[in-house]
Every structure is written in C-alpha cells, then in structure tokens.
C-alpha cells in the first residue's frame, strides 16, 4: 500500500516545486514583463465586466431571434 501511495504523491516531493514542508512554493511574476502585458493587467476588471455583458448581451439577442422564428 505504500508504494502506491508514493507513487501517486511523488510530485509533493519533488524539489523543484516544493520548499522542506512539502508545500508548493508559489513563484512571483516575472520580473522583466512588457508593457503590453502591464496594460492589460491594469485594465483587467474592466475586460472581464465586458467579457460578462457581451455574454448576456448574446443569450438576450438569441431569445430574442428564437422567439421571432417560432412565431
């Protein structure tokens, strides 16, 4: 039974994700990022409320052209 277990687990103890506990070390942003990805990183909340409306934007349209085509 123990070695199943340590194969299925074997990734928690790699030393190349994880510090001594065995807790994965999260890894900051990359230092050098170009400015590109930093404007989109500003506007961020912005993209995804937009993303959100067209969304229901598109399901309100298509009600609307299912509800002429059935009639």
């Known amino acids: ?3 199943i ?3 299925e687990f ?3 103890h790699d030393k190349d994700c994880c510090n001594d506990n065995g807790l994965e070390v999260l890894t900051p942003y990359p230092k050098k990022r170009n400015i590109f ?3 989109l990183d500003r506007y961020n909340h912005i993209m995804e409320f ?3 409306m067209l969304a ?3 399901i309100i349209l ?3 052209i299912l509800s ?3 009639n």
């Open 1 to 3: 039974m123990t070695r």
């Open 5 to 7: 277990v340590d194969r």
């Open 10 to 12: 074997k990734w928690k």
């Open 37 to 39: 990805e930093r404007r």
């Open 50 to 52: 937009v993303r959100t």
């Open 56 to 58: 229901i934007i598109t």
């Open 62 to 64: 298509q009600l609307i």
């Open 68 to 70: 002429k085509v059935i």
